[in-house]
């Protein structure tokens, strides 16, 4: 498991940081929501009768729901898991200025295929905010625990470590992220 982590980071780190043009890979798609009150610290709660949990970050400034069978992935910071699936989150610094496009662009074109040869784009927006999902296709690597990956523009950068990150990445198996995704807030004001 240490090893997927490991080629994960470094996916993370190695193809996110370089920046091309999109043009037309994008395909028509919409999903939008209100914006929730802030939440001042890190929590997980149970929603009663439900199978469902919330998780709220207030570091990374968002909400959602994820599966009650879920719980903490020991050895990783913001990583939930089950037998079925897992989702994860950070955040991503990127030039300015920096489209959702460059973003998304960047991360199918990674040399290590994290998605496969021929992974599906859809444009969304996220409570105003523009998105991509990127889904695998069937030739990813196992390794990669059929991992798709939701990318979202912050409506306000968030400062960490120094650093400031303009895009929220949304790690999840294929068959969560959509149920993940359409629960998503951010807990943040717009600018």
Request: glycine share 6%.
């Amino acid at each position: 498991m240490k090893n997927i982590v490991y080629r994960y980071s470094l996916l993370c780190s190695l193809g996110l940081l370089t920046f091309v043009p999109l043009t037309g890979i994008l395909s028509p798609g919409s999903s939008s929501s209100q914006l929730s009150p802030s939440v001042s610290q890190n929590q997980v709660s149970r929603k009663p009768a439900s199978s469902t949990k919330q998780y709220k970050n207030s570091t990374y400034g968002v909400s959602l729901s994820y599966p009650s069978n879920w719980g903490r992935t020991q050895g990783y910071e913001e990583r939930f898991s089950g037998a079925d699936g897992f989702f994860q989150i950070m955040g991503l610094s990127s030039p300015s200025p920096s489209t959702i496009q460059n973003v998304c662009k960047d991360a199918l074109n990674h040399r290590l295929n994290p998605y496969g040869t021929r992974p599906q784009v859809q444009k969304l927006q996220i409570q105003g905010r523009p998105a991509c999902l990127i889904l695998p296709s069937s030739d990813q690597d196992p390794a990669m625990e059929r991992m798709a990956t939701l990318i979202v523009r912050y409506p306000t950068p968030i400062r960490l470590n120094g650093a400031n990150y303009n895009h929220l990445l949304l790690y999840a198996n294929k068959e969560h992220i959509r149920q993940i995704t359409n629960g998503l807030r951010f807990t943040m004001s717009r600018r």
